[in-house]
Antibody
Framework: QVQLVQSGAEVKKPGASVKISCKAS????????MHWVRQAPGQGPEWMGI??????NTNHAQKFQGRVTMTRDTSTVYMELSDLRSEDTAVYYC?????????????WGQGTLVTVST | EIVLTQSPGTLSLSPGERATLSCRAS???????LAWYQHKPGQAPRLLIY???TRATGIPDRFSGSGSGTDFTLTISRLEPEDFAVYYC????????FGGGTKVQIK
């Protein structure tokens, strides 16, 4: 079965960077785009960006311009967010795309809590 | 950006009752590109419905979606104990956005 296993919780200071991993198994990694979605406390989810696992090309929400970097290697995708602020405190999820891409998220990782605090 | 507003914020119902959740978009969602997800604490979100009315693989038929344009509905025909959770709508006609969620809790 499809499994997306993310790295563990992180605590960072403002201005620092965080890099989260998401290891995929149970399907052909190169056949499905992957997204990153975050959810801040008390808010709905927020789409951050997408990566093509074949070529590594990415697209991201304008809000994260200049701060987010998505990469991949064999069966793992990574998301690095720089210049962290308190409002970046959230649970970060990787989510597999259902289509080619379709921007429908049919499998999700378990989430990684990132806390930004002095 | 398309803003999705979900209502009500909280729905208090008993097992066996019918749940009707609303998702309203700030502008028309192209091609009914709307999905619904279920999210339970400590778990990964689960895709229920996409293209407004198509059930995802393995989703029971008590879950149904409808709507078009700016108004969409998720209906759970008879609530089972495992259905008490938070539900989010998401549009993917443009850069994806999510609603704020509806919590379905036991009355």
């Amino acid at each position: 079965q499809v499994q997306l296993v993310q790295s563990g919780a992180e605590v960072k200071k403002p201005g620092a960077s965080v890099k989260i991993s998401c290891k995929a198994s149970g399907y052909t990694f190169s056949n499905y785009y992957m997204h990153w979605v975050r959810q801040a406390p008390g808010q709905g989810p927020e789409w951050m960006g997408i990566i093509n696992p074949n070529y590594g090309n990415t697209n991201h929400a304008q809000k994260f311009q200049g701060r987010v970097t998505m990469t991949r290697d064999t069966s793992t995708v990574y998301m690095e967010l720089s210049d962290l602020r308190s409002e970046d405190t959230a649970v970060y999820y990787c989510a597999r795309d259902k289509g080619f891409p379709a921007y429908i998220f049919d499998s999700w990782g378990q989430g990684t809590l990132v806390t930004v605090s002095t | 950006e398309i803003v999705l507003t979900q209502s009500p914020g909280t729905l208090s119902l008993s097992p066996g009752e019918r749940a009707t959740l609303s998702c309203r978009a700030s502008q028309s969602v192209s091609r009914t590109y709307l999905a619904w997800y279920q999210h339970k604490p400590g778990q990964a979100p689960r895709l229920l419905i996409y293209d407004a009315s198509t059930r995802a693989t393995g989703i029971p038929d008590r879950f149904s979606g409808s709507g078009s344009g700016t108004d969409f509905t998720l209906t759970i025909s008879r609530l089972e104990p495992e259905d008490f959770a938070v539900y989010y709508c998401q549009q993917y006609g443009t850069s994806p956005t999510f609603g704020g969620g509806t919590k379905v809790q036991i009355k």
